[in-house]
C-alpha cells in the first residue's frame, strides 16, 4: 500500500508540474507575441551550442517567431550534435522534433559537427564565429537570437 500511495503522489506531482509548465511556457509566448520582437517579415536565426538548448532557453522565443514569421523564415543552427554520451544521432532527431513541435520546419534546422566543436570539447571563438558565418550567408536573416557572451556551458 505504501509503494502505491508513493505512486500515487508522483504521478500527481509530474501531473502538477506538467500544467505549470505549459502555463507558464503559455504565459511566456503571450508575452513574448506582445511586445511585438518579431514581425512577419522576419528570418531569424537561433544559434545553440547543443541539441536541447533550443528548448530549455529559448522556447518561448521560438514560438513567438514562428508565429509572426512563419515556419519558413525562423532557422535553427545548432552548432554540436551532443554526443558527450554518444548520443549524437538520437539527440540530432530530438533536436528535430523538438524544433518541429515550436513551429520550425525541419528543413529549417541545421547541425554543424565540426571536428572543433564536439560537446565536452572547450570550443575556439574563432571556429564559433565561422560556423555561425557561413549559415549567415545562406539566408537573409533579419535576426539572430543566441546566448550571451559567455555562452553556456563554458561555450563561446
Known sequence: ILILAMSLVVVVAVAAFVLLAG???HVLRGLARECGVFTADDVVLLVTAHPDDECMFFSPSITAASQAAGAKNVHVLCLSTGNFYGQGAVRQKELVAS???LGVAAERVFISNHEALQDGDSW?????????????????YTKVITFDAHGVSSHP
Open 23 to 25: 502555463r507558464l511556457i
Open 99 to 101: 524544433c518541429s513541435r
Open 124 to 140: 575556439a571563438a574563432d571556429v564559433v564565429a565561422d560556423q555561425i558565418t557561413q549559415q549567415l550567408g545562406k539566408f537573409p
